[in-house]
């Protein structure tokens, strides 16, 4: 049997990948979607839901279950899979880009991140000790470590001070949990903002320790999508090849396709579920609103090509029905549809590489997405 940590290769496709990560709780084949549960919970659906969609891990995020209910009290109910009934991987990240992006309501200074809380302003404070310390509680299959997530535009000294700064935190995270002090896995974050050489030296220094996986970190924060695909393709190829990278935060069918391409091999993105509550919807025909009215009298199903439960039996008129009513079951079923949908783009892309097509299925999804063609 696999060891927890084993990364397997099981087949490629130019630099596209596929393969199988073990964790504790089981296996996660790559390349891999995981839908955001921030809070523990996947908006709007519910463990049954995600094990019948085929989910193999979702993603939890530190700041938000630190700040309620607690970590110390989901510890005290036997760490995040038992206290939410999701009995497969989770990865949580290190809350690094919730604290950034409160950016009028955090200070960064080299012990850690003084932040105040959405919820009732009050004050905390995030040092990469600390973040290991609440994973840990949570029990997490995947730590990430704390990092700074610099912003689109920063200049390139705050940006080189900042990875260097995100460089010395990654090693205090692994000094607090050093390797073999348990199952959990933890992977780095590398970054270097939007040049090259920043990205290169990042990356060299972050590999040159001892981490489980790497991640690309700092993508998709205001940036053109045309200078987000010039840093991933310069980027994935100089992470290891024996460890699982990842690609956070992103993003769009499209550019989950992209990084697959560039040998990634696990996303996450709020979009599926988000993009689900506001009535757009994912299809093997494009993206749909299903708040338009030419709907309204449409019996077929959502997407035609899709045997999630949603398409099965329910029509397009109903589901619009639903989300005019702002209906609750209008969040559910569209969560489910959508998510399938990602999902079932990762479960194409590891076939397509096994049997050698990989450059044809990135093809057939640029047809679906030609406006996204970068």
């Known amino acids: 049997m696999a060891k927890i940590g084993e990364f397997t290769l099981h087949a490629t496709d130019g630099a596209a990948r596929t393969g199988e990560l073990q964790t504790a709780h089981g296996v996660v084949q790559t390349p891999i979607f995981m839908p955001v549960g921030t809070v523990g919970s996947v908006k709007g659906i519910a463990p049954d839901d995600l094990n019948n969609i085929g989910a193999e891990i979702i993603l939890g995020n530190t700041y938000h279950l630190y700040l309620r209910p607690g970590d110390d009290l989901v510890a005290r109910h036997g760490g995040l899979q038992k206290f939410n009934s999701w009995n497969k991987p989770i990865l949580t990240d290190s809350g690094g880009f919730q604290v950034f992006s409160l950016s009028d309501l955090r200070k960064i200074k080299e012990e850690g991140v003084t932040f105040r809380s959405h919820l009732d302003g009050s004050k905390h404070l995030f040092t990469p000790e600390k973040v290991i310390q609440i994973q840990r509680n949570l029990n997490s299959d995947i730590m990430m470590v704390l990092d700074e997530c610099v912003g689109f535009g920063a200049d390139k000294e705050y940006t080189a001070r900042s990875l260097e700064m995100t460089t010395r935190w990654a090693k205090r995270c692994r000094e607090e949990y050093p390797r073999g002090a348990g199952d959990n896995l933890l992977f780095a974050i590398t970054q270097g903002g939007f040049f090259k ?64 391409n560039a040998g990634i091999d696990m996303f996450d993105c709020v979009l599926p579920t988000r993009n689900a509550r506001n009535g757009t919807l994912y299809t093997s025909q494009g993206k749909i ?25 329910f029509s397009r008129a109903y589901l619009r029905h639903l989300f005019q009513a702002k209906e609750l079951l209008s969040f559910r079923l569209n969560s489910i549809h959508n998510l399938t949908y990602f999902l079932d783009t990762v479960r194409g892309a ?17 047809a679906i997405y030609p406006n996204e063609v970068v």
């Open 197 to 260: 050489d920043l990205r290169e030296r990042s990356i060299a220094q972050l590999t040159s320790e001892d981490f489980d996986g790497f991640a690309l970190g700092g993508l998709s924060v205001g940036e053109s999508k045309e200078k987000m695909m010039e840093i991933l393709y310069h980027s994935a190829p100089l992470l290891p090849k024996d460890k699982p990278r990842y690609l956070m935060g992103v993003g769009t069918p499209l550019d989950i396709i992209n990084g697959i």
């Open 289 to 313: 609103s299903i708040k338009r009215k030419e709907y309204a009298e449409d019996d077929g199903p959502l997407d035609p090509n899709c045997n999630c439960y949603t398409c099965r039996t």
């Open 350 to 366: 590891r076939k397509a590489i096994r049997e050698g097509r990989f450059a044809e299925y990135k093809k057939s999804y640029e």
